[in-house]
């Protein structure tokens, strides 16, 4: 039977008929009767080592960027609060940052994002994971293909939608929903 997938050890893809891992060296076991594709970005994401290591690195660089904008949001805030507690005291505080400081940190956030992809090809958090986001002709995204993929990202709950709805509807476990959409990737 011929091998195919990726190496158990280091999760470098294999060529089909591997005896040995192209990367580490490591022997690769015979592609037995029992093991099968996986059905899913999903399910590849479970089992294989290199889409694991994937989505920790994609993981660690979104966290990355929240931080980063986090800080820009707490200056913002600081430089607006100041003014406004001084108009209006701690009563008119509770509304600001409840409802409308909300939905201004989600807008910046997906800004963030789109001026970063489209102007760099990766926001402040894939580079330093060596991630790259590629429109469907290699290079950049468009603003539009940008606005599109990055939609989700408003809300936490959007974005977890997005990830695992592109993950169970692919074999491909790169792509999002959204990205799938318009033809977007994320390389590295």
């Known amino acids: 039977m011929s091998n195919s997938g990726f190496c158990s050890k280091c999760g470098a893809e294999l060529q089909p008929g591997s005896a040995f891992c192209p990367k580490c060296g490591a022997p690769v076991a015979p592609a037995s009767a029992s093991s099968s594709p996986p059905v899913s970005g999903l399910d590849e994401a479970f089992k294989e080592p290199k889409a694991q290591n994937y989505w920790l690195r994609r ?41 409308t400081f909300s939905i201004v940190a989600g807008v910046i956030l997906f800004f963030y994002f789109i001026v970063a992809e489209v102007t760099t090809g990766a926001t402040v958090g894939k580079r330093a994971f060596n991630l ?25 709950v959007l974005l977890i939608l997005d990830v695992v709805v592109g993950l169970a509807t692919s074999k491909d476990y790169t792509q999002k929903y959204s990205d799938r959409l318009v033809g977007t990737r994320v390389l590295g």
């Open 59 to 99: 993981i660690a660089a979104i966290v990355i960027d929240v931080i980063i904008v986090t800080v820009i949001l707490v200056v913002v805030a600081v430089a607006i609060a100041i003014p406004r507690f001084l108009l209006l005291g701690a009563a008119g505080m509770g509304s600001f940052f409840a409802g």
């Open 132 to 156: 790259k986001v590629v429109g469907p002709n290699g290079g950049r995204p468009t603003v539009v293909q940008s606005l599109v993929r990055n939609i989700s990202k408003i809300y936490w």
